[in-house]
Protein backbone atom coordinates (compact mmCIF):
# COMPACT_ATOMS: atom_id res chain seq x y z
CA UNK A 1 0.00 0.00 0.00
CA UNK A 2 1.61 3.49 -0.60
CA UNK A 3 -1.06 4.88 1.91
CA UNK A 4 -1.61 8.98 1.55
CA UNK A 5 -0.20 10.22 -1.21
CA UNK A 6 0.08 14.06 -1.76
CA UNK A 7 1.07 16.16 -4.27
CA UNK A 8 3.36 18.23 -5.34
CA UNK A 9 5.55 18.65 -2.68
CA UNK A 10 6.14 22.06 -3.50
CA UNK A 11 4.31 24.71 -4.84
CA UNK A 12 4.96 28.40 -5.33
CA UNK A 13 1.81 30.63 -6.17
CA UNK A 14 1.13 34.64 -6.93
CA UNK A 15 -1.22 36.06 -4.90
CA UNK A 16 -4.78 35.45 -6.46
CA UNK A 17 -3.89 32.34 -8.44
CA UNK A 18 -6.05 29.39 -7.98
CA UNK A 19 -4.86 25.90 -7.62
CA UNK A 20 -5.75 22.21 -6.03
CA UNK A 21 -3.77 20.14 -3.52
CA UNK A 22 -4.44 16.96 -4.51
CA UNK A 23 -4.57 13.84 -2.35
CA UNK A 24 -5.17 10.22 -2.25
CA UNK A 25 -5.20 7.03 -0.03
CA UNK A 26 -5.30 3.31 -1.06
CA UNK A 27 -6.61 2.07 2.25
CA UNK A 28 -10.24 2.05 1.83
CA UNK A 29 -10.88 4.66 4.72
CA UNK A 30 -14.04 6.12 4.67
CA UNK A 31 -12.24 9.79 6.61
CA UNK A 32 -10.25 11.96 5.10
CA UNK A 33 -8.58 15.28 6.89
CA UNK A 34 -6.46 18.37 5.82
CA UNK A 35 -4.64 20.02 7.82
CA UNK A 36 -2.44 22.96 7.53
CA UNK A 37 0.81 24.01 9.74
CA UNK A 38 2.75 27.35 10.26
CA UNK A 39 6.19 27.23 10.83
CA UNK A 40 6.80 26.72 14.59
CA UNK A 41 2.78 25.76 15.11
CA UNK A 42 0.77 22.38 15.74
CA UNK A 43 -1.07 21.28 12.88
CA UNK A 44 -4.70 22.89 12.50
CA UNK A 45 -7.85 21.14 10.90
CA UNK A 46 -9.28 22.97 7.67
CA UNK A 47 -11.75 20.75 6.55
CA UNK A 48 -12.67 16.64 6.78
CA UNK A 49 -15.05 14.09 5.89
CA UNK A 50 -16.97 11.22 7.04
CA UNK A 51 -17.32 9.67 2.84
CA UNK A 52 -18.02 10.42 -0.26
CA UNK A 53 -20.32 13.27 -0.50
CA UNK A 54 -19.80 14.79 2.59
CA UNK A 55 -17.37 17.47 4.01
CA UNK A 56 -17.31 19.69 6.92
CA UNK A 57 -15.48 22.57 7.88
CA UNK A 58 -12.71 22.25 10.64
CA UNK A 59 -10.94 25.36 12.65
CA UNK A 60 -9.60 26.93 9.83
CA UNK A 61 -11.74 26.93 6.84
CA UNK A 62 -11.95 29.86 4.92
CA UNK A 63 -10.47 30.49 1.76
CA UNK A 64 -10.49 26.98 0.95
CA UNK A 65 -13.09 24.34 -0.68
CA UNK A 66 -13.19 20.93 -0.92
CA UNK A 67 -14.92 17.94 -2.26
CA UNK A 68 -15.30 14.01 -1.88
CA UNK A 69 -16.44 12.53 -5.00
CA UNK A 70 -14.66 8.92 -4.36
CA UNK A 71 -13.68 7.41 -1.38
CA UNK A 72 -9.97 7.34 -2.10
CA UNK A 73 -9.62 11.54 -3.18
CA UNK A 74 -9.81 14.59 -1.00
CA UNK A 75 -8.55 17.26 -3.15
CA UNK A 76 -8.23 20.89 -1.03
CA UNK A 77 -8.84 23.89 -3.43
CA UNK A 78 -7.12 27.35 -2.98
CA UNK A 79 -9.99 29.84 -4.75
CA UNK A 80 -7.59 33.24 -4.19
CA UNK A 81 -3.94 32.67 -3.05
CA UNK A 82 -3.47 34.62 -0.68
CA UNK A 83 0.27 35.14 1.04
CA UNK A 84 -1.86 33.80 4.81
CA UNK A 85 -2.18 30.82 3.34
CA UNK A 86 1.83 30.08 3.10
CA UNK A 87 2.40 26.83 4.93
CA UNK A 88 2.81 22.88 4.63
CA UNK A 89 -0.35 20.96 3.89
CA UNK A 90 -1.32 17.84 5.39
CA UNK A 91 -3.49 15.24 4.22
CA UNK A 92 -4.52 12.22 6.93
CA UNK A 93 -6.94 9.62 6.71
CA UNK A 94 -8.70 6.80 8.65
CA UNK A 95 -11.20 4.52 8.80
CA UNK A 96 -14.36 4.85 10.70
CA UNK A 97 -13.86 4.13 14.43
CA UNK A 98 -10.35 4.06 14.13
CA UNK A 99 -7.81 5.36 16.58
CA UNK A 100 -5.36 6.08 14.42
CA UNK A 101 -4.78 8.98 11.50
CA UNK A 102 -2.35 8.51 8.88
CA UNK A 103 -0.64 11.19 7.20
CA UNK A 104 0.95 12.31 3.88
CA UNK A 105 4.00 13.77 3.31
CA UNK A 106 2.93 17.14 2.96
CA UNK A 107 2.67 19.79 0.58
CA UNK A 108 4.89 23.03 1.15
CA UNK A 109 3.02 26.02 -0.88
CA UNK A 110 4.30 29.58 -1.09
CA UNK A 111 2.50 32.87 -1.90
CA UNK A 112 4.11 35.52 -2.89
CA UNK B 1 -11.36 18.84 23.49
CA UNK B 2 -9.45 19.27 26.97
CA UNK B 3 -6.43 21.55 26.28
CA UNK B 4 -3.01 19.89 27.18
CA UNK B 5 0.38 21.22 27.84
CA UNK B 6 3.69 19.98 27.52
CA UNK B 7 7.44 21.78 27.73
CA UNK B 8 8.77 22.81 24.63
CA UNK B 9 11.78 21.49 24.66
CA UNK B 10 14.37 17.80 26.24
CA UNK B 11 16.74 16.77 25.60
CA UNK B 12 18.26 12.99 26.18
CA UNK B 13 21.04 10.90 25.86
CA UNK B 14 20.82 8.51 23.41
CA UNK B 15 20.13 4.54 25.05
CA UNK B 16 19.00 6.30 27.81
CA UNK B 17 15.06 6.35 28.50
CA UNK B 18 13.09 9.58 27.21
CA UNK B 19 10.14 10.57 29.31
CA UNK B 20 7.98 13.04 27.79
CA UNK B 21 5.30 15.04 30.32
CA UNK B 22 1.69 15.73 29.33
CA UNK B 23 -0.59 18.13 31.74
CA UNK B 24 -4.20 17.76 30.77
CA UNK B 25 -5.98 18.60 33.89
CA UNK B 26 -9.54 19.23 32.19
CA UNK B 27 -9.68 16.08 30.48
CA UNK B 28 -13.08 14.69 30.80
CA UNK B 29 -14.09 10.91 31.71
CA UNK B 30 -14.63 9.80 28.23
CA UNK B 31 -11.49 11.49 26.68
CA UNK B 32 -8.90 9.49 25.48
CA UNK B 33 -4.94 10.37 25.59
CA UNK B 34 -3.05 10.26 22.05
CA UNK B 35 0.47 10.92 21.40
CA UNK B 36 1.84 11.45 17.94
CA UNK B 37 5.14 12.19 16.72
CA UNK B 38 6.43 14.43 13.57
CA UNK B 39 10.07 13.56 12.16
CA UNK B 40 11.76 16.88 10.50
CA UNK B 41 8.44 18.27 9.02
CA UNK B 42 7.14 15.05 7.72
CA UNK B 43 3.62 13.71 8.47
CA UNK B 44 3.01 13.26 11.88
CA UNK B 45 3.00 9.12 13.23
CA UNK B 46 0.93 7.74 15.38
CA UNK B 47 2.22 6.31 18.60
CA UNK B 48 -0.09 5.39 21.04
CA UNK B 49 -3.00 6.26 23.19
CA UNK B 50 -4.27 4.89 26.42
CA UNK B 51 -7.67 6.04 28.53
CA UNK B 52 -6.86 5.19 32.06
CA UNK B 53 -4.64 2.45 31.71
CA UNK B 54 -1.23 2.08 31.54
CA UNK B 55 -0.37 1.19 27.57
CA UNK B 56 2.52 -0.26 25.75
CA UNK B 57 3.48 -1.06 22.53
CA UNK B 58 6.28 -1.87 19.96
CA UNK B 59 7.75 2.00 20.01
CA UNK B 60 7.01 3.42 23.33
CA UNK B 61 4.45 3.39 26.66
CA UNK B 62 2.07 5.94 27.91
CA UNK B 63 1.71 6.42 31.78
CA UNK B 64 -1.33 7.85 32.70
CA UNK B 65 -2.17 8.86 36.60
CA UNK B 66 -4.96 7.84 38.48
CA UNK B 67 -6.50 10.60 38.69
CA UNK B 68 -5.90 11.23 34.83
CA UNK B 69 -4.67 14.70 34.95
CA UNK B 70 -1.44 13.75 33.33
CA UNK B 71 0.47 11.23 31.25
CA UNK B 72 4.08 10.53 30.34
CA UNK B 73 5.09 8.81 27.19
CA UNK B 74 8.28 6.69 27.46
CA UNK B 75 10.53 5.82 25.02
CA UNK B 76 12.68 3.00 26.82
CA UNK B 77 16.01 3.28 24.82
CA UNK B 78 15.97 6.47 22.77
CA UNK B 79 17.92 6.62 19.34
CA UNK B 80 19.03 9.85 17.11
CA UNK B 81 16.18 8.78 14.76
CA UNK B 82 13.15 9.26 17.53
CA UNK B 83 14.52 12.89 17.61
CA UNK B 84 11.34 14.63 16.35
CA UNK B 85 8.45 16.75 17.93
CA UNK B 86 6.01 15.04 20.10
CA UNK B 87 2.37 16.02 20.26
CA UNK B 88 0.31 14.91 23.11
CA UNK B 89 -3.64 14.98 22.27
CA UNK B 90 -6.81 14.65 24.14
CA UNK B 91 -10.29 13.17 21.80
CA UNK B 92 -13.37 12.00 23.01
CA UNK B 93 -13.93 8.55 22.49
CA UNK B 94 -16.58 9.44 20.71
CA UNK B 95 -15.62 11.89 18.53
CA UNK B 96 -13.37 10.87 15.20
CA UNK B 97 -9.75 10.73 15.01
CA UNK B 98 -10.18 13.05 11.54
CA UNK B 99 -10.44 15.93 14.03
CA UNK B 100 -7.34 16.03 16.20
CA UNK B 101 -6.33 19.47 17.70
CA UNK B 102 -2.47 19.60 17.87
CA UNK B 103 -0.63 21.97 20.30
CA UNK B 104 2.77 23.49 19.67
CA UNK B 105 4.13 19.92 21.23
CA UNK B 106 7.54 18.68 22.86
CA UNK B 107 10.71 18.88 20.67
CA UNK B 108 12.74 16.06 21.78
CA UNK B 109 16.61 16.39 20.96
CA UNK B 110 18.47 13.21 21.38
CA UNK B 111 22.26 13.45 21.48
CA UNK B 112 25.10 11.08 21.45
Known amino acids: NAGVTQTPKFQVLKTGQSMTLQCAQD?????MSWYRQDPGMGLRLIHYSVGAGITDQGEVPNGYNVSRSTTEDFPLRLLSAAPSQTSVYFC???????????FGPGTRLTVL | DAKTTQPPSMDCAEGRAANLPCNHS???????VYWYRQIHSQGPQYIIH???NNETNEMASLIITEDRKSSTLILPHATLRDTAVYYCIVRPSTGTASKLTFGTGTRLQVTL
Open chain 1, 92 to 102: ASNRQGGNTQY
Open chain 2, 50 to 52: GLK
Open chain 2, 26 to 32: TISGNEY
Open chain 1, 27 to 31: MNHEY
